[in-house]
C-alpha cells in the first residue's frame, strides 16, 4: 500500500483527542435501495415456506436469534445503512479539509473497496470455522466469504452501496450449504446493487470511468486475492495511490451504538454467569483442560456462538506466565487457578479474568496479595475519567505507581523509594503488560486508535491488573514466589457518561469467592 503523505494529519487529530466526530455529521444524500413492502414479504413467506435458503440466519428462519427488525442479532438493517453513509461522508469531508485538491485529484467523488474475509482450511478439505472480517461485518452484516463491498460518494453527496457476492451453486451449496446470491442480496443487506462476484473487475473499472474517485482499499488488509490484484491494476490505470481506510472505521466503531452496547451487555454477562459456573465446580485433580472445555461449553449453551480467544486456564506457577494457552496440567490443592476467556456473542466478544483457590480458601500469602490486586483494581475502576484517568495510557501509569506503594507496604518493594516514578517502574516489574485495551468486535478491539485516546461514551475497554512472581525469584520472600493474580472486568462508559462494570455479575470479591466452594 503506498502511504500517503499528508494521512498522519488525521493520525494526529486523533492523538491530541480532535479527530473527525462522524455521528454529529450530516445524514448525506443516498439513492433509495429501491425494496418494496412486497419484495420483502416475498423473501419471508419463501424463507417461511422453505422455498429458499439464504447464507445466513434471518428472524424468518431463526427467530430465536433474530428479531424481526433485525439483519442479524441485535442490528437493523438500516443501522447498516447509516454506518455506511456515515463512513462515505467522513472520507469526503477529510479530504475536503486539503483543500481543492488531495491525493494529487481535485475530484470530489470518493470510492471505497472492502473485501470479506475468506474460509480457511487446517489440512487438506477441512476448514477452519469460517469467521467474518470485522470491518466488513461492521459494514454489511454480511456472513459470507468471498464477497466485497463497493461504496462510492459522488460530488454531491450522493452515496451508492453495492455488494459482490458467489452466485447461486447447487453443486457447491450441497457440500457447503445455501448461498444467498446476488439475487437476494438487495432485500436482505438494503444495498443499492448486488452482482456476482464474477463481475467485480468489470464493474469497478467501469464505475471509476465514471467517477473519476478518490480510491480507498487497505492493501494489507485483504484476504482476497482477486480484489487486491484488481485493485493493483486500477491503481497503476490511473496513476494514483490507494488510501488506507482502516482508521476511519476504527474510529467508527470505537464508539458503540445503543444496539452496540446492548451486544456488549450480553456477551459479557454471558461470560460472566459461566465463569462463576465454572469456579464453583473446580475441585484439586481436574485438569486445566477440562475447565478450559468447561467454560467454553457453559458459553455455548447460553448461545455464544464460540470462545471469543483461546483461553488461558493456569494453576499455581503456570499463571506466572501471562500467555499460557497450553492447558494441560492438573490442579493441585492450596494452588490458585487464573482463567483468562471471553466468548463472542452476536459478532461482539467479552473478555476476564478471574483468580480462585483450587481447594476454595486462600492461603494467607495468596490472601495477602488477592486483596492487595482487588482493591487495586476497584481504585483503578473508580479514577475513569477522573484526574489520572481520563485515557487508558493514564489508567496504566496511575495503576503502576499504585501498584508499586501497595508493594512497599507488603514489602516486596523498597521501603526507602519515594521517587513517582521509581516507584512506577517497580509496579511495571511485577505487572510487565498495559492494564486496559478496547474491547468490542475483536478482542483487542480498534489496534490502531491511540490509548493516549480521552475516554468519552460510547468506548468499551477492559481493566486488568495482575501480578506475576516467577518461582526463580531471589528478590521477594519464599512464601510468594510461584504466584500470579489478574483481576480483569469489562468497561463501558454509556451514553449518559456513567461507567458499567459490565461483568460486574462475575464473582471477584474474595469473600464471595470463598463462599462459591461452600
Not at 464505475?207 to 480510491?215: C, E, G, S, T
Not at 516486596?412 to 503488560?433: I, N, R, S
Request: charged fraction near 20%; proline fraction near 6%.
Amino acid at each position: 500500500m503506498i502511504a500517503l503523505k499528508r494521512l498522519p494529519r488525521f493520525c494526529l487529530m486523533r492523538a491530541l483527542g480532535t479527530k473527525p466526530n462522524f455521528s454529529t455529521l450530516s445524514t448525506p444524500r443516498m439513492c433509495k435501495a429501491q425494496i418494496t413492502a412486497e419484495e420483502v414479504r416475498g423473501v419471508a413467506d419463501a424463507l417461511k415456506n422453505g422455498l429458499r435458503a439464504l447464507g445466513q440466519p434471518t428472524s424468518a428462519t431463526h427467530p430465536h436469534l433474530i428479531r424481526p427488525n433485525e439483519l442479524v442479532p441485535g442490528v437493523s438493517q438500516a443501522e447498516f445503512q447509516t454506518r455506511r453513509a456515515q463512513l462515505m461522508q467522513g472520507l469526503q469531508a477529510y479530504a475536503d479539509s486539503f483543500g481543492d485538491e488531495f491525493n494529487g485529484r481535485t475530484s470530489k467523488s470518493h470510492m471505497l473497496v472492502i473485501g470479506a474475509a475468506s474460509k480457511k482450511y487446517m489440512s487438506g478439505k477441512i476448514p477452519y470455522v469460517f469467521r467474518q472480517s470485522s470491518d466488513f461485518y461492521y459494514l454489511t452484516g454480511c456472513l459470507e466469504p468471498d464477497s466485497v463491498l463497493l461504496l462510492t460518494i459522488d460530488d454531491v453527496g450522493i452515496v451508492q452501496s453495492t455488494l459482490f457476492m458467489r452466485p447461486k451453486d447447487p453443486h457447491a451449496e450441497l457440500w457447503d450449504g445455501p448461498r444467498t446470491g446476488p439475487d437476494y442480496a438487495v432485500q436482505l443487506f438494503g444495498v443499492h446493487e448486488a452482482h456476482a462476484i464474477d463481475n467485480f473487475q468489470q464493474m469497478l473499472a467501469a464505475r471509476i470511468a465514471q467517477l473519476k474517485p478518490h480510491l480507498w482499499f487497505d492493501l494489507k488488509q485483504s484476504e482476497l486475492t482477486n480484489v487486491t490484484d484488481a485493485m493493483l491494476q486500477v491503481c497503476n490505470n490511473e496513476r494514483t495511490q490507494l488510501l488506507p481506510v482502516y482508521t476511519f472505521v476504527e474510529n467508527m466503531r470505537l464508539i458503540k451504538s445503543p444496539a452496540e452496547m446492548q451486544l456488549m451487555r450480553r456477551t459479557c454477562s454471558i461470560a460472566s454467569h459461566a465463569f462463576n459456573e465454572v469456579m464453583a465446580e473446580t475441585r484439586p485433580g481436574q485438569s486445566e483442560h477440562q475447565l478450559y472445555a468447561s467454560i467454553d461449553f457453559k458459553c455455548r449453551m447460553r448461545s455464544a456462538s464460540y470462545l471469543a480467544y483461546p483461553p488461558v486456564v493456569a494453576a499455581g506457577k503456570n499463571a506466572t506466565v501471562i500467555h499460557y494457552v497450553n492447558n494441560t496440567q492438573l490442579l493441585q490443592p492450596q494452588e490458585l487457578l487464573l482463567m483468562d476467556a471471553g466468548c463472542e456473542y452476536g459478532g461482539y466478544t467479552s473478555d476476564i479474568t478471574r483468580t480462585w483457590p483450587v481447594s476454595g480458601q486462600f492461603t494467607d500469602p495468596q490472601r495477602t496479595l488477592y486483596d492487595m490486586m482487588e482493591q487495586l483494581q476497584k481504585e483503578t475502576i473508580e479514577l475513569i475519567m477522573q484526574p489520572g484517568g481520563e485515557t487508558l495510557d493514564q489508567l496504566f501509569e496511575t495503576t503502576c505507581y499504585r501498584l508499586g506503594k501497595y508493594l512497599q507496604e507488603i514489602g516486596l518493594v523498597d521501603k526507602h523509594l519515594t521517587d513517582h516514578k521509581e516507584l512506577a517502574t517497580q509496579g511495571y516489574k511485577f505487572c510487565p503488560h498495559h492494564v486496559s485495551h478496547y474491547l468490542g468486535m475483536d478482542v483487542h478491539d480498534t489496534p490502531h486508535v491511540p490509548r493516549n485516546t480521552r475516554l468519552q461514551p460510547g468506548m468499551v475497554f477492559t481493566v486488568e491488573p495482575g501480578i506475576y512472581i516467577d518461582e526463580k525469584r531471589t528478590d521477594v520472600p519464599d512464601e510468594f514466589r510461584g504466584i500470579g493474580i489478574r483481576i480483569e472486568d469489562d468497561i463501558l462508559i454509556n451514553e449518559q457518561g456513567q461507567i458499567e462494570v459490565l461483568t460486574a455479575g462475575c464473582v471477584k470479591e474474595r469473600r464471595a469467592l470463598e463462599d462459591l466452594f461452600k
